[in-house]
């Protein structure tokens, strides 16, 4: 995509550089966050794309990729603190989180054990260099827009990723929270691990809505509303859960769904309450 096209994208898909009514402070501060952002983008997905294919599994790529998180997260100047990678599973399963910001990729990408998978909208793959990376990798792209045939081709592209082995990622309320509360879940990833016999592992990512909100213009904005915003994360990675053993697909993948969702919102409330922050469903 040309610039101007990278841009109207992202208005439209991201929500940021929305606003035709910002200041000359709002737009400095844009240039100052975002430009950089592209530049480390631009320079680890060139090192994924020239040394993963040289490299068994693409293990170059998976490097970069997680370096790329890691690196942005420091100079962003954002802190995390992780929680029981202790009790992460070998081999393929289903890591399952909520998702609040923009910010939810970089900081799993960072803290999350394993090479991961995601399962990313189809149009962030137009992306130069992390869509560009993200097809070279075997990550999933999904398209909320697509009919019941491709939905059907998605969740067998899904359940190969955990049967090869590989953690997959997903967000299973489908995008990101208008208010940092944890909004109903879909079935799509749950019917991949019923299907695949892989155990889904709950996450829970908080603080990254205060840092930088759906709307947010950049993760400035957030600190000159709320001085008092610390650049802070959170994420708890909880025990596994595994489908019930009888019943039918629709019904398996309904109950593990709902069983997720209750377990996440449970420590997401303990999460917040143990930070004095305000728990809800």
Not at 58 to 63: D, E, K, L, Q
Not at 68 to 87: E, H, K, P, Y
Not at 127 to 137: D, E, I, R, T, Y
Request: net charge positive; proline share 4%.
């Amino acid at each position: 995509m040309r610039l101007k096209e990278t841009l109207a994208w992202a208005r439209s898909q991201w929500g940021i550089f929305q606003r035709d009514d910002m200041s000359a402070q709002e737009v400095l501060r844009w240039f100052l966050y975002w430009v950089p952002f592209g530049a480390r983008t631009a320079g680890f997905g060139t090192l994924s794309l020239a040394l993963g294919p040289l490299t068994r599994d693409h293990r170059a790529s998976t490097w970069a990729m997680k370096r790329w998180s890691q690196v942005s997260l420091d100079r962003l100047g954002i802190r995390t603190t992780v929680s029981g990678t202790d009790g992460v599973p070998t081999g393929g399963h289903m890591y399952a989180s909520n998702h609040q910001s923009l910010l939810d990729i970089l900081v799993l990408g960072a803290c999350l054990p394993g090479d991961i998978k995601w399962a990313a909208k189809r149009s962030i793959l137009r992306v130069p260099f992390l869509g560009w990376h993200l097809a070279l990798s075997g990550h999933v792209p999904v398209d909320r827009q697509a009919g019941k045939k491709a939905a059907v081709e998605i969740i067998r592209r899904l359940e190969a990723v955990m049967r090869a082995g590989k953690p997959l990622l997903i967000f299973p309320e489908g995008t990101r929270s208008e208010d940092g509360q944890v909004k109903d879940f879909k079935d799509g990833g749950f019917y991949a691990a019923v299907r695949a016999g892989k155990p889904v592992v709950p996450v829970v990512v908080d603080g990254t809505y205060q840092i930088m909100g759906k709307h947010a213009l950049d993760i400035g904005e957030m600190a000159a509303r709320n001085s008092s915003v610390q650049r802070h994360v959170d994420i708890v990675i909880g025990a596994p859960l595994h489908a019930q053993p009888d019943g039918s697909d629709r019904e398996r993948v309904g109950e593990l769904r709902d069983r997720c969702r209750q377990t996440i919102i449970a420590m997401l409330a303990e999460v917040r309450a143990r930070g004095g922050g305000e728990a809800g469903a």
